[in-house]
């Protein structure tokens, strides 16, 4: 199990399959250098140790810029991400081409922002401390060829004067959005899915009635819906919170007997950022908190038999949750409203 910790406190990380198109992820003098001077090992990295990269332009009137030309495996929906860190230089812009398009967004590392480069493409940018920010865009690919750009600066042409930042952690994944650094050092690298189950827990499940509880929160720009259940090991009968593929609701499932008791699904403002769910069951009485409100209750509907499995999908191993969850919980009763609360 893979953890991730925000600076408080940590979740344990479930990420599908990746793999880093590039062979050298943390290596930049292998990129093509335009105006820059490429100085590794100058600074401390994310990971934590010596080794981001400082870039350093010159003084010619023109472009200053790295470049990195690769083939992706097949088109469709890549995500290009890398680490930037601010020097005297305090903005940046990362760019992908291909087919005669140019793909763009617009860094500021003073205040941690990322714009629109004029192409409508996805961009997220995250703060990851000490002024590093993982810049991410993401966007088709209709071809095999394809030039990664990072300028010195959101100009593409200007005079330089030695101004630098810091660069770290490039990485090109098939995918609508970044998963978590894979490093490379002269080949492309798998990350490989993460799937987390655990079965023969009957004891600790009370069929008839009780509260699965979770504090979680979805991956921006995920589009896929991805679920976490108590079960009895198949879709008949189960319990079941559902983050959705539009990356705003939460559905929640209830089966008994292979039927469907209990089907609501709620919009949830903070899926990306973080939400704590308390769904409670009974027959005849069912509750969906969020964040200590209630959001919706169902007074008519029997409930499943035989639970015995937690796991990371919808009760049969599909739809796997893809996310990071804080807390997991799964109590024997149908906790009151002030518990729930």
């Known amino acids: 199990a893979r953890v991730d910790y925000d600076g408080t406190a940590s979740s344990l990380l479930v990420e599908p399959e990746r793999i880093n198109l590039y062979s050298y992820s943390d290596d930049f003098s292998v990129w093509a250098q335009t105006n820059l001077t490429i100085s590794p090992n100058e600074i401390i990295s994310p990971d934590g140790t ?107 042409a200007y005079i330089g004067n030695g101004d630098y930042l ?20 002269g080949s492309t690298v798998t990350r490989v899915q993460e799937t987390y189950v655990k079965t023969g827990i009957s004891n600790l499940i009370n069929s008839t009635e009780g509260t699965f509880f979770v504090e979680m929160a979805a991956f921006e720009g ?13 879709t008949s009968n189960r ?16 089966s008994s007997g292979g039927s469907i008791t209990v089907n609501t699904t709620q919009t949830i403002p903070t899926i990306t950022s973080g939400t704590k769910i308390a769904f409670s069951y009974k027959v005849n009485d069912f509750k969906i908190y969020s964040n200590g409100v209630l959001i919706a209750s169902d007074t008519s509907g029997s409930v499943p038999t035989g639970l015995s499995v937690l796991g990371f999908d919808r009760g049969d191993g599909n739809d796997i949750f893809f996310g990071k969850v804080k807390q997991l919980q799964v109590f ?10």
Not at 227 to 234: A, E, L, P, R, V
Not at 239 to 254: E, K, R
Not at 332 to 341: G, H, M, Q, V, Y
């Open 50 to 156: 010596l080794n981001g990269t400082k870039i350093t332009d010159n003084s010619t009137d023109s472009a200053h810029r790295m470049i990195y030309a690769l083939t992706t495996p097949s088109s469709g929906t890549f995500t290009y991400s890398i680490f930037l860190k601010k020097g005297t230089l305090t903005t940046a812009q990362i760019q992908v081409f291909n087919s005669g398009t140019a793909s763009s967004a617009n860094v500021n590392l003073l205040n941690g922002t990322i714009t629109d480069g004029g192409q409508g493409i996805n961009h997220t940018i995250e703060n990851y401390g000490n002024d590093w920010y993982r810049c991410s865009i993401s966007g088709d690919l209709s071809l095999t060829s394809t030039t990664i750009y990072v300028y010195a600066n959101q100009k593409p």
């Open 166 to 185: 810091y660069v770290w952690g490039a990485q090109l994944e098939v995918g609508s959005y970044a998963t978590s650094y894979i490093p490379t050092s």
């Open 222 to 234: 995920a589009n896929t819906d991805r679920q976490i259940s108590i079960s009895d090991g198949s």
């Open 239 to 254: 319990v079941v919170m559902a983050l959705l593929s539009n990356g705003t609701q939460i559905q929640f499932v209830v």
């Open 332 to 341: 024997k009763t149908a906790l009151t409203d002030s518990e729930l609360i």
